[in-house]
């Protein structure tokens, strides 16, 4: 087994703690309604948000994936950090054994804020991961993470 860790960040307009509360409190509602194409639905099978807790995310009908299982690892409401991994489904390709994920949310110095993620894939066996595949990838986020963005630039009170 391998693992490739991965690094982006992405500078929104809106402060972290909005941010957070929309992509990551909210998220599992707030998405589906906003993108729609990328996820259909998200439901819990154990567990409702905290650390432990298992959710299935069903990709809507603009994705080349029907669904995945997240697990929650850890949530800090105070300093907006997430941690998850995703445990099963289709986007693991019988190649990845899981995907995790640690979320920060930080203040940028022009009033938004900056997501910081690193990405750390465990490949079974020899498989080697792709650039392509993770730069595909980091740009569905991306595009989820404008979306949500834009609609809350659009949605002061939300």
Do not use: H, R
């Not at 998220?27 to 299935?56: C, H, M, R, T, W």
């Not at 994936?65 to 697990?71: R, S, T, V």
Request: hydrophobic share 35%.
């Amino acid at each position: 087994m391998g693992v490739f860790t991965f690094e982006s960040e992405v500078v929104t307009a809106i402060p972290p703690a909005k941010m957070f509360k929309a992509c990551i409190l909210d998220g599992d509602k707030l998405i589906p309604k906003i993108v729609p194409k990328a996820f259909k639905s998200v439901e819990y099978i154990q567990g409702n948000g905290e650390p432990g807790s298992i959710k299935k995310i069903t990709f809507g009908e603009g994705s080349q994936f029907n669904y995945m299982k997240e697990k929650v690892e850890a949530i800090d409401k105070e300093s907006m950090v997430y941690s998850y991994s995703v445990i099963e489904g289709d986007a693991l390709m019988n190649k990845l054994e899981k995907i995790t994920y640690d979320v920060k949310l930080e203040p940028s110095p022009s009033g938004g804020s900056i997501c910081k993620t690193t990405s750390k894939y465990y490949t079974i066996g020899e498989f080697d991961i792709k650039e392509e595949a993770i730069k595909a990838g980091k740009e569905k986020t991306l595009g989820i993470f404008k979306a949500v963005e834009a609609y809350l630039l659009e949605n002061l009170d939300a």
